[in-house]
């Protein structure tokens, strides 16, 4: 599986591509149609609650649950005895996944405050949550790991059961030590480096376990099909890899599940994660009864994942000059009480900051990923290049300020240049990378030149601040999209996918893509949500992957429909193929010699990362304006579609392509904060803020923009208001909307954001990623914009009043 | 959700006190904001709905809120805000949202006592009254220290006076709690300063203990009002630590007195505002 | 639940609903039992503004209101204002603000809520309805939580449907200037 490589002139002439397209489901999603999870539940469905460990870790030595099954319409209460020894992850991942295998459905051990204990199924909510009350539960109460920069070594050992499982070696695990995994990544002689350098930063940073907080609670229900398999309808990113979880916690065949995703109200990585898939599985299976389970916001915020909270320490050295010369990072990511996403989230912190600074002479990356007793993390977009870049571009920051150089100039003077290959990005060639003006632009955009860091506004400060950030366009070589494009009769098409719209819109950025390539209007595409048992693989939508891989896969499949097309319709008119071109609408048949016969089709594909990029670019082979030239025969779509499905020698076509890529091309994002702090409250004020993305082709300049606005709010409410808490005895404190701060409107400035569009020549028309990289740049340009207003560097997240006040 | 045992929609307030007196375990509802809060079972939830409590009466001398007028209610009272200087609109007006506020009432947010209570910080600093149904009326700052009885609170009275008001608070996100609030109120030839979100209830700092006699707080008068209120207990939780709370309070106190206070010179201005420059932590 | 039920109806969406429930149920429940699913729930805290629904024409949050006290009440949802809220979809489809649409229902509610009060407003003062200012609807909007949009783009829809429906404050009064 691999990538068709273009080059900048594809993006010419596009109809499609870049315009503001309109959601396909916008107009059912504004009449508030009901096409989520819990709108379409089964009648007669049993409603689940689940019993939460009051415990950050404890043994169950009894549990008794005869009083809670005498409540009238309790169906079943299940507990650890009940379910199969057999562990698994809910880490949405392809297989073998990278992370350890450390769960059951219900376990005799729970590792933290929310960790299941118990299941109830009952006809009503009403007596579901009754009967919660009633189980008794008698806990071997242990001492928990609560400070996860002591996890290492400890005494306390989290996971210690017999049939833990871990799929790669490569992920250095060492539970007995509540070692996750650990690694190392080093390049240049590092000591040599840093002996070179007049200045070295050394500081420590701190990002919390910042909640997705998604509108749509985490949500599904199951129910048993003609077939007898079960089927799960998940508001899920991930449906492929719920189907395996399911199938894994149960001890039963993938074969016997199916996985249906409808609309989802928000994802943000949390749905990478499985959540409660298994318990609805589970207890159908065991009753032959449709069960739902909605989680409260409560539970989604306490019981569920997280962003991976990190520590970070950054050594970066440089000389008088500003040229950065060595870097060193060292990540502590807390992993919480499972081990889903811990080994690659990591991996993120360093692989994701590192190389905006690769002219670096040297550079080291270490990390240590450790389980502890609290709320286990996740997926969150972002990733781990989040809190890696909170650190790095926060110590640069700090390097530009000791060093009494412009924040801008420090980055423009170090900033990698298209054409490099990156050092701490497995030696990947960087094709398309349009960085510096995106800095550039941003700070035009702010009026950077005629501000001064700090300006004094008598009650309150003024700070500028400004950070950069790159993400990855799926996961290289790991994550594969798919696609079945299939012409229907009347000549519209259904484009198949696997990738799961999970409200940004990828159903119909594909569609755009199939548009483009067939050269009709996106009505003609029909697409629709994702059942496993009828639409073709799809890794799922996470990893900033749909836009470009999915993408490709829909280029992919358009180029063998068209061909295919072309075929039937020569046969049917009796011409050659190469005599025969679609616009679109027609078959158009010409004199041999009209059409040009491109040179190019048999390029290879880029499925190396030393491939010669340049050699292989082609042409995508596309339907087409016809020439001036007279046609010797014609026939229209339509035509050919309704032959195609009659007898004879009809034929109903169906494309089907993947794409996998050996390279994550990486999306830039410069973003510049002007902030208000008040002199004396501390009250902190994004009064401006200002970005320009780099995402290569832009596909839907709408959706594209409210990618980079809502991930820049999210950011800003990182860095300024989300702030998880927990008690001294493991209990998350920020455990609704009342006390975990998710931005309102009138914490959010109107977001400035432009575009500075590079060409990647291994992406769909150009395309990169914007889903993730978007959210890196608030805390650092905050940060540096308070440590400008008031003096005081905060560098553990968020910036409250009070830090911003009083310093940390 | 608050479950209900039983619910009472009662038709006046004497039959209200009546059920809350000899039902046990009864509870008047208010807005129902909290409901949600709770997973218990309220033997017995009282209804004020038909009770008419719903109006803002005027008379020559006072306001008289119902005590299910709600928070949005008292948010667009024109006449009401208009004579208090916006302090109740100003209090409310960041509290979680329109929908939320069209439903939270005033008699619940003061009958509940809660120290981070906005409502009751602005109207602390008033000429305010409560009525209640059995114990009658009494001055708001007797009524936030009584305990919790069963009673029906009917109205909160707000008196007509020649105000000069304003109410200051800190949240750490726009529609959050406050951290910490205050509220300043001139009136009848004195200040009257009220601190809130200590955490614990809002406290009333007027003549000697607050140490302002002027109309037109001098410096050194502001300094003694901001000493004061930092005297008063403060702690810590999420909202905001100790340290932090009582840096906060004299801050937020001092915006409220200079922004409320009738100078008649911009000079007097200036230097009262220099005071709150004073308490810059930020140089 | 307690054990007693009772009697309640409601005019939900112009229809009268009789229904026997528990007191306690919420109206938030209520009318997703009676086919509106567009109400949805996403705290427990009256933080987020997606439950929002008209009671007796004003915007409320659907998930603190008990049946016992919805009773003999109008309610209105978003199946209920199709028509009337099709032009502001229009302006958040075409900013795409919509995003993942979870939110939407309850925005909708409260943004015809809030010109529904200016109009009223403006009734009783005897002027021109204007339009809002940014922080007008900001302030109005808070309730509403959104976590995919950052805000923005729903600011250029809520902006953009104004504007179609009242004149700028400064025009407007100019406009009733010209008039006399």
């Keep these: 599986m691999s990538m068709i490589v273009t080059r900048e002139s594809e993006r010419e002439n596009l109809t499609h591509i870049g315009a503001k397209t309109v959601k396909k489901d916008a107009y059912a999603l504004l009449a508030g149609k009901p096409l989520y999870t819990n709108d379409i539940v089964p009648a007669d469905v049993l409603t689940l609650k689940i019993l939460h460990s009051p415990h950050a870790f404890a043994r169950i030595r009894s549990i008794d649950t005869s009083r809670a099954e005498k409540i009238p319409g309790v169906v079943a209460v299940y507990t650890y005895k009940d379910v199969p020894n057999k562990r698994f992850t809910l880490a949405g991942q392809s297989y073998p996944e990278a992370s350890p295998y450390d769960r059951l459905i219900l376990d005799e051990v729970v590792r933290y405050v929310g960790d299941e204990v118990a299941i109830v199924a009952a006809e009503t909510e009403d007596a579901a949550e009754r009967a919660l009350k009633l189980i008794k539960v008698d806990y071997e109460v242990m001492e928990p790991v609560l400070d996860f920069t002591r996890a290492k070594g400890n005494p306390v050992v989290i996971h210690t059961e017999d049939n833990y499982h871990v799929n790669g070696a490569w992920i250095n695990n060492d539970r007995m030590n509540n070692v996750v995994a650990s690694g190392l990544s080093e390049h240049g002689d590092l000591e040599a480096a840093f002996d070179e350098c007049d200045i070295v ?3 420590t940073y701190h990002t919390l376990a910042d909640a997705q907080a998604m509108m749509e609670t985490f949500r599904s229900f199951a129910e048993i099909d003609a077939y007898g398999r079960i089927t799960v309808t998940s508001s899920t990113q991930v449906p492929f890899h719920v189907r395996r979880m399911v199938a894994n916690a149960l001890d039963i065949p993938q074969s016997r ?13 949390a749905k990478q994660t499985g959540c409660n898939e298994i318990f609805c599985a589970f207890v159908t299976a065991k009753t032959g009864r449709p069960s739902k389970i909605i989680y409260t916001r409560e539970e989604t915020l306490a019981s569920s994942n997280s962003r ?4 970070l320490h950054v050594r970066l050295g440089a000389k008088n000059d500003g040229t950065i010369v060595a870097i060193d990072l060292y990540t502590l990511s807390n992993q919480g009480a499972y081990g889903e996403h811990g080994p690659t989230t990591v991996g993120l912190s360093g692989h994701k900051s590192l190389p905006l600074y690769n002219h670096a002479k040297a550079s080291r990356f270490a990390f240590d990923v450790v389980y502890s007793n609290t709320m286990p993390a996740g997926a969150y977009r972002g990733y781990g290049a989040t809190q890696g870049l909170f650190a790095v571009e926060s110590a640069v920051n700090e390097l530009a300020d000791r060093l009494g150089m412009d924040p801008c100039e420090i980055r423009l003077k170090n900033l990698v240049t298209p054409g490099e290959r990156l050092a701490q990005y497995d030696d990947n060639e960087l094709y398309s990378c349009t960085a510096a003006d995106c800095l550039r632009r941003a700070m035009e955009m702010i009026g950077w030149a005629d501000k001064p860091l700090r300006q004094d506004l008598g009650d309150r400060v003024r700070g500028l601040g400004v950070a950069l950030s790159m993400q990855g ?25 696997g990738a799961t719209d999970m409200g940004t819109g990828c159903d119909t950025i594909l569609a755009q893509f199939a548009a483009e390539a067939l050269r009709c209007d996106t009505d003609r595409i029909v697409v629709h949500g994702v059942d496993t048992d009828v639409s073709p693989f799809d890794t799922g939508s996470y990893a900033s992957a749909s836009t470009y891989l999915t993408g490709m896969a829909v280029l992919k499949a358009a180029e063998q429909l068209i061909a295919e097309l072309r075929r039937r319709a020569a046969g049917f008119m009796g011409v050659d193929v190469n005599d025969v071109l679609f616009d679109g609408d027609d078959m158009l048949a010409f004199e041999p010699g009209v059409l040009d016969v491109p040179a190019d089709v048999d390029k290879p594909e880029f499925s190396g990362i030393y491939d010669d990029v340049e050699a292989i670019a082609r042409s995508y082979q596309l339907a087409q304006a016809s020439p001036d030239a007279e046609p010797v025969a014609k026939m229209s779509l339509t035509e050919l579609a309704n032959k195609l499905v009659a007898g004879g020698d009809g034929d109903c076509l169906t494309a089907h392509a993947a794409a996998s890529s050996p390279t994550s091309p990486p999306p830039f994002m410069s973003g510049i904060a002007e902030v208000d702090v008040d002199k004396a409250t501390g009250k902190v004020t994004v009064v401006d803020y200002v970005s320009v993305v780099d995402c290569g082709t832009v596909v839907n300049e709408n959706l594209a923009r409210v990618q980079a606005e809502g991930g820049i709010g999210q950011g800003i409410g990182m860095a300024l208001t989300e702030d998880v808490q927990y008690s001294d005895r493991g209990r998350m404190r920020t455990r609704s909307f009342m006390t975990y701060k998710v931005p309102t409107r009138l914490d959010l400035p109107n977001i400035r954001m432009e575009f500075a569009p590079s060409y990647e020549p291994t992406g769909p028309f150009g395309a990169k990623s914007i889903g993730e990289v978007v959210i890196n740049t608030p805390s650092p340009a905050i940060a540096s914009a308070v440590a400008h207003a008031t003096g005081h560097y905060v560098r553990t997240l968020p910036i409250t009043p009070e830090k911003a006040l009083f310093g940390e | 959700m608050l479950k209900f045992g039983s619910y009472v929609r009662a038709a006046n307030i004497d039959d209200a006190l009546e059920v809350l007196r000899f039902k046990k375990g009864a509870m008047v509802l208010g807005g129902g904001i909290w409901m949600r809060l709770s997973n218990r079972t309220v033997p017995c939830v009282i209804d004020l709905s038909d009770c008419g409590l719903n109006t803002i009466e005027e008379t020559d001398d006072e306001f008289r809120i119902g005590a299910y007028v709600t928070l949005r209610d008292l948010e667009v009272a024109g006449k009401l805000n208009a004579v208090t200087g916006n302090v109740l609109r100003d209090a409310v007006h960041d509290i979680v949202g329109v929908q939320m506020r069209q439903l939270a009432t005033v008699g619940g947010s003061v009958f509940g006592r809660f120290g981070f209570s906005d409502v009751i910080c602005a109207l602390l600093a008033l000429d305010t009254d409560v009525e209640l149904a059995g114990a009658g009326r009494m001055p708001l700052a007797q009524f936030i220290d009584m305990p919790y009885e069963l009673d029906v609170l009917t109205h909160v009275i707000v008196r007509k006076r020649d105000y000069r008001a304003a109410y200051q608070c800190m949240r750490k996100a726009a529609t959050d709690f406050a951290s910490a609030n205050a509220c300043a ?23 000697d203990a607050l140490g302002i006699a002027s109309a037109e707080p001098t410096a050194e008068e502001i300094a003694c009002a901001i000493e004061a209120v930092r005297s008063l207990k403060y702690s810590s939780n999420l909202w905001g630590s100790e340290r932090y709370r009582r840096h906060l309070a004299g801050v937020l106190a001092a915006r409220a007195i200079v922004e409320a206070a009738p100078y008649s010179s911009p000079e007097a201005a200036d230097a009262a505002r220099a005071v709150c420059s004073g308490e810059e932590a930020i140089a | 639940m307690s054990g007693k039920l009772m009697d309640v109806t409601v005019v939900l969406n112009g229809k009268k609903v009789a229904a026997s429930v528990a007191p306690d149920q919420s109206l938030l429940a209520f009318v997703r039992d009676h086919g509106c699913k567009s109400v949805k729930c996403a705290c427990e805290t009256t933080n ?10 004003r915007a409320v949050l659907s998930c603190a209101v008990p049946m016992a006290r919805a009773n003999g009440h109008e309610v209105t949802t978003l199946e209920g204002l199709q028509a009337e809220s099709a032009d502001f979809a229009r302006c958040m489809a075409e900013e795409g603000a919509e995003q993942c649409g979870f939110c939407s229902p309850g925005l909708i509610m409260n943004v015809l809520a809030m010109e529904r009060e200016i109009r009223e407003r403006a009734e009783a003062e005897g002027t021109a309805p204007a339009m809002p200012t940014e922080d007008d609807m900001n302030s109005y909007l808070a309730g509403n939580l959104c976590r995919c949009t950052g805000y923005t783009s729903q600011r250029r829809a809520i902006r953009r449907y104004m504007e179609s429906r009242f004149a700028a404050a400064g025009e407007a009064s100019a406009a009733a200037g010209e008039g006399e």
């Design chain 1, 473 to 497: 366009s799926a996961i290289a070589k790991i994550d594969i999209g798919s696609v079945d494009l299939r012409v229907e009769e009347s000549g519209f098409y259904t484009l198949s996918i």
């Design chain 3, 48 to 57: 987020c503004g997606l439950c929002t629904v008209w009671l007796d024409g």
């Design chain 2, 185 to 207: 109120a001139y009136w009848d030839g004195s200040w009257h300063v009220s601190v809130g979100a200590r955490p614990a209830k809002a406290r009333l700092l007027a003549g």
């Design chain 1, 257 to 269: 599940v199916r996985v249906v995703k409808p609309r989802i109200g928000g994802g943000f990585g």
């Design chain 1, 201 to 203: 930063v050394d500081e």
């Design chain 1, 308 to 311: 991976h909270e990190m520590q």
